[in-house]
Every structure is written in C-alpha cells, then in structure tokens.
T-cell receptor, first 114, second 110 residues
Framework: EAGVVQSPRYKIIEKKQPVAFWCNPISGHNTLYWYRQNLGQGPELLIR????????DSQLPKDRFSAERLKGVDSTLKIQPAELGDSAVYLC????????????FGPGTRLTVT | KNQVEQSPQSLIILEGKNCTLQ??????????LRWYKQDTGRGPVSLTIMTFSENTKSNGRYTATLDADTKQSSLHITASQLSDSASYICVVTDGYKLSFGAGTTVTVRA
C-alpha cells in the first residue's frame, strides 16, 4: 500500500515569492491534515479536511496561507507571499476518519525562505 | 502553554545501552497517547498507541508505559541500535484533536 505522498521534498525560495505544496493521501482516507513543523518542535496543525470540507482551519494564517482539497482526494497548500518565518517542514497526514484513527504522515516538504 | 511536555530535550547513548524518555501531559479529557518515531527528513511513524485502560505496550525493543492518574508516560528503548537515532514525539488526543510534544532527540553512538 502506498503511503502519503508529498512533493516537492525540498523548496528554496526568496521572501515575497509564492510557493505551493502538494499531498496525495492514502487511498480511502477521508481525513487530511496539513501540519507545520519548526526545527526542534512537534508538528502544529494548520488545517484539517473531512473529504473536501475544511473543518478546522483555526490555526491557518489566512492572510497568506490557503489550501484546497478538490474532489476530496489530493490537496494543495499555498503560501503567498512567503516570509522568512515560514521556513519549516510542512507535513501532510491522512486517516480513515477524524478522532482516534491512526494518522499516517508523509515525508514532508522542507521549505527554506531566504 | 503546551499541553504535552517531553524530557529530556535530547540525549546521547552508546549502542547497546537502554534509555527512557518521559512525557507529561495535561490534555483533558484523555482518549489515547501515542509515541511516534521521526527519522531525520522523514514524517513521524507510529510506535505505540495506548488508551486509558492500558498501562504498558511494547513494539519490539520499544516499551511504552502510561500512568493516567499522574498523566505521565515513558518510552523505554532496550539494547539501542544505531537506527534508533531519531526524534521521539509524544502525542496525546482528547479523541478529536492531537496535541504534540516537542520531541526528544536520541543519538545512538557506536
């Protein structure tokens, strides 16, 4: 069974530029999560989708971050414009459903903003 | 304030030795506690999941304990191997939202 797929794995951009990350969850998983992980810290939830609906985006900086999950399968997270403080690893995870279900994480995208 | 605190922040051990990582939490209500292993450059991978009624669970050389009364958990690594070098993250859920600890970075040296 294929795991959660993310691309790109690494991205270096200059500040004020836009950037987008892509995630393909495990087949059949209805719930998709985007996390941001700063160096030496645990992941922080940015947004959670149930199918195509964003049900928890309270931690998403909406002035510059946006996400979509069209058709309830793969998802894209965008930052526009990027700031130096956005440098982090962006993790995508999926689970069969919300709650106690096991979350499976992708390898992450390491973003460096210069 | 983070609801999940881990200690130590990092540790170095010699190959073959044992070590224990600690996790204290204040998450309430409590549903389950998970330990994840995160290799450098990879996403976290689940090691154990424990519910309120479980006080110990093993996965190979990894043994997790849970004291729901004191809200403490530990992860014990037995006979460490070089491949155990990673960050170990404690995650507590109320059944809806996951709260992550900052992780303990373990370095195993030959």
């Amino acid at each position: 069974e294929a795991g959660v797929v993310q691309s790109p794995r690494y991205k270096i951009i200059e500040k004020k530029q836009p950037v987008a990350f892509w995630c393909n969850p495990i087949s059949g998983h209805n719930t998709l999560y985007w996390y941001r992980q700063n160096l030496g810290q645990g992941p922080e939830l940015l947004i959670r989708y149930e199918n195509e609906e964003a049900v928890d985006d309270s931690q998403l900086p909406k002035d510059r971050f946006s996400a979509e999950r069209l058709k309830g399968v793969d998802s894209t997270l965008k930052i526009q414009p990027a700031e130096l403080g956005d440098s982090a690893v962006y993790l995508c995870a999926s689970s069969l459903q919300t709650g106690d279900r096991e979350q499976y994480f992708g390898p992450g995208t390491r973003l460096t903003v210069t | 304030k983070n609801q999940v605190e881990q200690s130590p922040q990092s540790l170095i051990i010699l190959e073959g030795k044992n070590c224990t990582l600690q996790c204290n939490y204040t998450v309430s209500p409590f549903s389950n506690l998970r330990w994840y292993k995160q290799d450098t450059g990879r996403g976290p991978v689940s090691l154990t999941i424990m519910t309120f009624s479980e006080n110990t669970k093993s996965n190979g050389r990894y043994t997790a304990t849970l004291d729901a009364d004191t809200k403490q958990s530990s992860l014990h690594i037995t006979a460490s191997q070089l491949s155990d070098s990673a960050s170990y993250i404690c995650v507590v859920t109320d059944g809806y939202k996951l709260s992550f600890g900052a992780g303990t970075t373990v370095t195993v040296r030959a």
